[in-house]
Each structure stands twice: as structure tokens, then as C-alpha cells.
């Protein structure tokens, strides 16, 4: 099966510095690639997604890119605020009826003010 | 517009108790998902239900059972707890056609097992 790992663990900068998060798979037939975002109590919350068709993907300060051959992905988050604080999980899917996602271990972002 | 409700929110059981975690959607969805959360190990699956009346093991689902009530309610089942099964329980649900393959998750079911 599918194999997400992802790093770092843990990663803080300060505000207004730009964050990295990578990710690998071990899937070559993944073609979906979601970001989550949890903040403290609260369930996981999709924050940006692409497809295997495209190689990156924007939104305001997030940006995602992929990687296929060599099988990785990356979120980059821009001019980060404190509230940009939590943790970020990544995850790969084949797609299909059940589409289950297999998640990486999850980086908790800490941005100091 | 709930989404994905879960309930309860926290649990302590005595080993080997029995208790059934509740999650039900209001979005019309065809997939259901149970994931755990434990400190360091991310999500993963326990069972998955792709559309009404199926219902399929995940990554770990040794110690659990699942139930698709109706396409709105999507149950999970402790026959007999254990301190391993002490985590963060997530339901979460998935449109299942087209190109939309967000998954929205509920706020989680914290279970302590002494």
C-alpha cells in the first residue's frame, strides 16, 4: 500500500517568514494530494489540494507543488502570521470509489511573533 | 450547516467495557471514514464505508467493527476496550464522484482507556 512520509516534525520560524513542508509517497499510481491544517481540538480541515496533472498549485500565501517523478510534494506558506500555527498534515490517494487517504506524521508549525 | 458530527467528544472507559462511537453527516455524502490519531503516527484508517451498505477494513482494524446505519450515520464499535485503543477517533466523509476528493472531518472523539 501507500507509504506518506513527511517532514520535518516540528518547524518554527518567525512571523513573517516563509515555511516549508515536504512530503514523499511510495505510490506511483497517487494522483491526489491534499493539505490539512488541525488547529488544537479541532478535527483536520483541507486547506489546499492538487492533482498529478499539475505540477503547482496557488492560493493567497499557500502554494503547493508536486513532484511526480520524483514521487514528493511540498506546501510552502508565505509571510506567515501566528495564526498560521498548527499542525499540517499531508496525504496521497489513488482516487476511486473509497479514495482513502493515507496520511504523512504531521508537522507542527510554530510562528513566534 | 453541521457537517460531520461526532459524538461523544470525550470518553473514559474501564479495559475490556464496550461503547460505540456515533459520527453522522449532513452533506449528502456517499463515503464515511474512521481514522485514529495518535502523537507522532498522523491519521489512519480503521474502516471505511465507500457508499451506503458497504463497509471495508482500513490500515488497522483489529479490535473495532463498523456500521453504516443509513448515508447519513456511520458508527464505530469498541467490543472490548484496551489501553491501546486509548487515541483520537476522526469520522470523517467524502462526496465520492467527480473530481471532488476533499474529505470533511468531524471535531473528534477523545478516548482514554484505563
Known amino acids: 500500500g501507500e507509504n506518506v512520509e513527511q517532514h520535518p516534525s516540528t518547524l518554527s520560524v518567525q512571523e513573517g517568514d516563509s515555511a516549508v513542508i515536504k512530503c514523499t509517497y511510495s505510490d506511483s499510481a497517487s494522483n491526489y494530494f491534499p493539505w490539512y491544517k488541525q488547529e488544537l481540538g479541532k478535527g483536520p480541515q483541507l486547506i489546499i489540494d492538487?492533482?498529478?496533472?499539475?505540477g503547482e498549485k496557488k492560493d493567497q500565501r499557500i502554494a503547493v507543488t508536486l513532484n511526480k517523478t520524483a514521487k514528493h510534494f511540498s506546501l510552502h506558506i508565505t509571510e506567515t502570521q501566528p495564526e498560521d500555527s498548527a499542525v499540517y498534515f499531508c496525504?496521497?490517494?489513488?482516487?476511486?470509489?473509497?479514495?482513502?487517504?493515507?496520511f504523512g506524521g504531521g508537522t507542527r508549525l510554530m510562528v513566534k511573533p | 450547516n453541521a457537517g460531520v458530527t461526532q459524538t461523544p467528544k470525550f470518553q473514559v472507559l474501564k479495559t475490556g467495557q464496550s461503547m460505540t462511537l456515533q459520527c453522522a453527516q449532513d452533506m449528502n455524502h456517499n463515503s464515511m471514514y474512521w481514522y485514529r490519531q495518535d502523537p507522532g503516527m498522523g491519521l489512519r484508517l480503521i474502516y471505511y464505508?465507500?457508499?451506503?451498505?458497504?463497509?471495508d477494513k482500513g490500515e488497522v482494524p483489529n479490535g473495532y467493527n463498523v456500521s453504516r446505519l443509513n448515508k447519513r450515520e456511520f458508527s464505530l464499535r469498541l467490543e472490548s476496550a484496551a489501553p491501546s485503543q486509548t487515541s483520537v477517533y476522526f469520522c470523517a466523509s467524502k462526496r465520492g464522484t467527480g473530481s471532488d476528493h476533499g474529505y470533511t472531518f468531524g471535531s473528534g472523539t477523545r478516548l482514554t482507556v484505563v
Open positions: 464505508s465507500a457508499s451506503e451498505g458497504t463497509t
Open positions: 492538487i492533482r498529478s496533472n499539475v
Open positions: 496525504a496521497a490517494s489513488r482516487g476511486g470509489a473509497g479514495n482513502m487517504l493515507t
